[in-house]
């Protein structure tokens, strides 16, 4: 089992939809973890960290569900510019750095 | 500010060659990451580095890979005898550490290495 399991997509959705997708992780004493969106042949930026108690910031809504061993994000109101591809991270906290990126979801947003 | 940069952004490299990657993080930033990204997948951690030291580099896949960070700044990762399987993109990120080990990253362009 992969340490960090995404769902590659892609997720077509039409502008304006909710999608939302999941991100599980095998090692329960992770601590860290956040949301990241990467455009075509750019770099990884930082969406969101997820906290405990769940985090939104606009449209975007991020949880965590320690017990399932799962994070998740939902994308309300759908933007063309919205599309691009979102990867799950995880920091496994075994004692190292290492910082553990899932191979990422695709989403395009049509018009 | 300034972001994270990386040069070259593109090397090609004859099969064999060596080659080095340069990371400048963003200023203050104490910690520093290096990956490497195959097309289609997601950034494989490679190493990490606390200032000048290299605490973490589980990562490195052989001794032809080494990092050095001597001022606790600017970073190089060096690919010796490259071959083919080297080909991918290298990824610098930088972070100011917080509370309990979350590192909120910020990364570079990336440098495309293609080895032929």
């Known amino acids: 089992r992969k340490e960090v399991e995404q769902d590659p997509g892609p997720f077509n959705v039409p502008e304006g939809a909710t999608v939302a997708f999941n991100c599980t992780y095998s090692?329960?004493?992770?601590?860290?973890f956040f949301w990241y969106r990467q455009d075509c042949r750019k770099e990884p930026k930082l969406l969101m960290s997820v906290y405990s108690s769940g985090n939104e910031d606009g449209r975007f809504t991020a949880q965590l569900n320690r017990a399932s061993q799962y994070i998740s994000l939902l994308i309300r109101d759908s933007k063309l510019s919205d599309s691009a591809t979102y990867l799950c991270?995880?920091?496994?906290?075994?004692?190292?750095?290492?910082?553990?990126f899932g191979a990422g979801t695709r989403l395009f947003v049509k018009a | 500010g300034a972001g994270v940069s990386q040069s070259p952004r593109y090397k090609v490299a004859k099969r064999g060659q060596d080659v080095a990657l340069r990371c400048d993080p963003i200023s203050g930033h104490v910690s520093l990451f290096w990956y490497q990204q195959a097309l289609g997948q997601g950034p494989e951690f490679l190493t990490y580095f606390q200032n000048e030291a290299q605490l973490d580099k589980s990562g490195l896949p052989s001794d032809r890979f080494f990092a050095e960070r001597p001022e606790g700044s600017v970073s190089t990762l060096k690919i010796q005898r490259t071959q083919q399987e080297d080909s991918a993109v290298y990824l610098c990120?930088?972070?100011?550490?917080?509370?309990?080990?979350?590192?909120?990253?910020?990364f570079g362009p990336g440098t495309r290495l293609t080895v032929t």
């Open positions: 090692n329960s004493a992770s601590q860290s």
């Open positions: 991270v995880v920091n496994p906290n075994t004692g190292g750095f290492k910082t553990i």
């Open positions: 990120a930088s972070s100011l550490p917080r509370t309990g080990g979350a590192y909120e990253q910020y």
